[in-house]
């Protein structure tokens, strides 16, 4: 079966990026721009809020070894759905909760993904699905930046840290070490 690809925006794309970079089944994880209307968008464009882009994360995944529908529940289970426009600090629309279906199907997954994770939460879900869109690779030095420098970067260190000790209490079997 050929890998699939699923587009996710939960805040800052470095946080998010450096959660799905190592589950079992995932081929790559891209941070990039997408569903504004500026094309080829610089980070600073987008930092200004007024291009309408969102920070996303692009993953290329095998659906054999891991479903659309586990990718939604750790995106659920790894940032807050509930915050529009926001994920912690990081304040406007370029932080916004977003999942991006490449199909019929992953819409319809999207939405029960949503129904499951509001079990979760006391506050309304705020996560939009919204229609695929043109995407932009995010400049290099943007791309595993956990991995490269972000141990330097202090929010990175304030944020990172716990995202992935939620991944690895809730969905320890899917962590490929």
Not at 15 to 30: D, I, M, P, S, W
């Amino acid at each position: 079966m050929a890998d699939e690809i699923a587009t996710l925006a939960g805040g800052c794309f470095w946080c998010t990026e450096a959660v799905y970079q190592n589950l079992k089944g995932v081929k790559a994880v891209e941070s990039g721009y997408i569903g504004g209307k500026l094309p080829n968008p610089t980070y600073e464009q987008v930092c200004s809020g007024a291009t309408g882009h969102a920070e996303a994360i692009r993953i290329s995944y095998d659906p054999t070894a891991i479903s659309y529908a586990d990718l939604l529940d750790i995106f659920f289970a790894t940032h807050n759905p509930t915050t529009l426009n926001r994920q912690g600090n990081d304040i406007g629309t370029q932080y916004r909760s977003a999942i991006f279906p490449h199909s019929s199907e992953q819409e319809s997954e999207a939405r029960a993904g949503i129904e499951r994770a509001q079990a979760d939460q006391s506050d309304p879900i705020v996560t939009a699905i919204e229609p695929d869109a043109p995407w932009y690779p995010a400049e290099d030095y943007h791309q595993k930046y956990w991995d490269r420098v972000g141990d330097q970067n202090p929010y990175c260190v304030a944020v990172i840290p716990p995202k992935l000790a939620k991944l690895r209490k809730g969905f320890a079997a899917r962590i490929d070490e």
